[in-house]
């Protein structure tokens, strides 16, 4: 029997983690550890300036207050599993894409990435669309590449960004291994007021400016088909390495 533990950034209450979690019940034992409230945006974040407080709110089912999507994974890791490493670290579905740039401020993405620093495969699964969406046929499509990740494993040092168009199952055109996709950002921070006149901000997205290039994340996702974006945890820049030694003469 496979061992999962789930996590995500869209809080425990989420439609998403309960869809994955069904999806994968037929697979074997689903954990799942998420934060008590949303979190998009938190990015790869650990609490350490703070106590944090864990409570069951079903069934192999818990929330963490207070923690982040990486707090959680920890938690599950070694409080609820005791250490013992489960087959995969599954994060999602979380309601919206993780493209291009996106996933460094992703929390979703943040909970793969700190199963994967584990030493344990990770995936992170989000849906490309927010209107509508039927989370149960998301899950289809993404206990299909689980399926995958299991009969065929996955490289060390790799965690997988997972996207699906909003789309039923059968729908889907199909999947496609993709590199992370950028866009132009156009962005503005918003100065308001609160109730007693005095001056607060709100940072938000103008437009999102998507390149439409085949082979990204966002070209798949936009044309139906499921993107599976590799990911490393060693960020080098390999070709700047190089060009550094050989232009700055250290």
Not at 83 to 101: A, H, R, T, V, Y
Not at 117 to 144: M, N, Q, T, W
Not at 185 to 192: H, N, R, S, T
Request: include cysteine; charge should be negative; glycine fraction near 10%.
């Amino acid at each position: 029997m496979f061992t999962f533990l789930i996590t995500n950034d869209d809080g425990y209450f989420s439609e998403g983690i309960k869809a994955l979690r069904e999806a994968l019940k037929s697979l074997g034992k689903v954990i799942c550890v998420a934060p008590d409230r949303n979190l998009s945006g938190v990015g790869h974040s650990l609490t350490f300036n703070s106590p944090l407080r864990i409570r069951r709110v079903d069934e192999d089912f818990w929330t963490v207050v207070g923690g982040t999507p990486a707090d959680c994974v920890h938690l599950g890791y070694y409080l609820i599993l005791d250490g013992k490493k489960p087959d995969l670290i599954c994060s999602g579905i979380n309601e919206g894409p993780n493209l291009g740039e996106d996933i460094t401020y992703s929390g979703t993405v943040s909970g793969a990435m700190e199963g994967r620093i584990l030493g344990i495969p990770s995936l992170a699964f989000s849906v490309f669309g927010r209107d509508d969406v039927d989370f149960a046929e998301i899950a289809k499509s993404a206990k299909e590449i689980v399926l995958r990740v299991l009969e065929k494993g996955m490289p060390e040092d790799t965690y997988l960004n997972v996207n699906i168009p909003n789309l039923r199952k059968e729908d889907v055109k199909g999947f496609l291994i993709t590199k992370q996709g950028k866009r132009s950002y156009k962005e503005k921070v918003l100065k308001l007021s609160d109730p007693h006149g005095k001056p607060i901000y709100w940072i938000t997205a103008e437009e999102f400016g998507w390149r439409l290039e085949e082979g990204t994340d966002y070209w798949a996702v936009y044309h139906g088909y499921v993107s599976i974006t590799p990911l490393q945890l060693d960020m080098t820049n390999f070709g700047a390495l190089e060009e550094l030694k050989k232009n700055w003469e250290l």
